[in-house]
């Protein structure tokens, strides 16, 4: 079946609170809605946000790029579209993304299955997701944190920014009051290699499961001495988008982990071969997102219960942070606990 129509539009959801780390501020998830067709009118639909300080791209910017390659993939098999996608269209990755979930979408309507099928799940056993603590005062953090764990969502990622003294504060009064919790800390690049080295210094009584991108993406050397150098594991993210990347990171022993996101890495057929490189390698990933819509979390949530053997960590928590329930979620949340609606 041939492809016949791609159609956008843009979507807001509003936050519960606002989201903040070392790079951005927002009040709501704003992204692109895509709508692939094809000849018998079956609808496959993909979304990008616009995340301007990590992909470079912004609503206008992914509307544009769908706009401009569109009329490419007319009367082509959602395979051939694919194939076209990843070899012949230079465009930004979240726009690629959402294209690429949208084609993966369509192909499984037209073979009359579903996601869990299509990725061969087998065992949907509850899975968990961090969620987000922004980035505010000491104090606010640690509200923020004891309310998540009054509700049962005791996986935290902890968002710092440049001033390290307050990082070293906010984290051991989360870990003082809540030794309940999984702290994972994530500093979106705003460390120096120095501020790196004074935090871990200041965590050597502090449990703490991984440490995300202390340093600029570009320095992959001040990263692996972080990375040798630290008691608690490094997580790869902003400097890990490609299947290349992943291996440079990987083979240089610059982290002990890499986060894989769809719009870095162009979409789930791309996070799919990181995954399969991650499964061969014994390399543990974590299985990130944006703040992104529900039918893009919904393709991750497939893929985090399809490779729950190396995803160690899931960071799928925007439907959490949304000020409405999603009607357009395959999945139910509670507390921090994932399961497919049934």
């Not at 005062?137 to 920014?161: Q, T």
Request: aromatic fraction near 6%; proline fraction near 3%; include cysteine.
């Amino acid at each position: 079946m041939k492809i016949t129509n791609i159609k956008t539009e843009v979507k807001h959801i509003a936050l519960k609170t606002p989201f903040k780390t070392a790079l951005r501020e927002t009040s709501d998830v704003e992204f692109v809605r895509v709508y692939v067709e094809d000849e018998n009118g079956h609808i496959g639909i993909g979304e990008a946000p616009a995340t301007k300080a990590i992909t470079g791209e912004g609503i206008e910017d992914i509307l544009h790029s769908i706009d401009s390659v569109k009329e490419q993939f007319s009367d082509l098999t959602c395979q051939e579209a694919l194939e076209l996608l990843h070899s012949g269209c230079k465009m930004g990755s979240s726009a690629k993304a959402a294209l690429d979930i949208a084609f993966v979408s369509l192909d499984a309507k037209q073979k009359s299955c579903t996601l869990r099928e299509r990725f061969c799940i087998e065992d949907f056993a509850p899975i968990k997701t961090d969620v987000t603590i922004s980035l505010n005062s000491a104090d606010v953090m640690l509200e923020d944190a004891k309310k998540a764990c009054n509700e049962r969502k005791e996986i935290l990622k902890v968002k710092v920014g440049s001033d390290i003294l307050h990082a070293v504060d906010v984290i051991r009064k989360i870990a003082n009051s809540l030794p309940q919790a999984e702290i994972l800390v994530d500093a979106n690049q705003a460390w120096s290699f120095e501020d790196a080295h004074f935090f871990i210094n200041n965590m050597l009584d502090v449990k703490i499961e991984l440490i995300e991108q202390p340093v600029i993406a570009s320095d992959l050397e001040s990263l692996k001495k972080i990375t040798e150098f630290s008691h608690i594991p490094i997580l790869a993210d902003e400097a890990v988008f490609t299947l290349r990347d992943v291996k440079k990171v990987m083979e240089s022993k610059s982290a002990d982990m890499i986060n894989i996101k769809f719009m870095k890495c162009g979409g789930v057929t791309k996070a799919i071969e990181i995954l399969e490189y991650a499964r061969q390698n014994g390399v543990k990933c974590m299985l990130g997102s944006m703040l992104e819509g529900p039918y893009s979390i919904n393709m991750a949530l497939y893929l985090a219960f399809a490779y729950r053997d190396v995803i160690k960590y899931v960071d799928l928590d925007s439907p959490l942070l949304y000020k409405e329930p999603s009607s357009e979620l395959d999945f139910e949340f509670s507390g921090c606990e994932i399961s497919l609606k049934t």
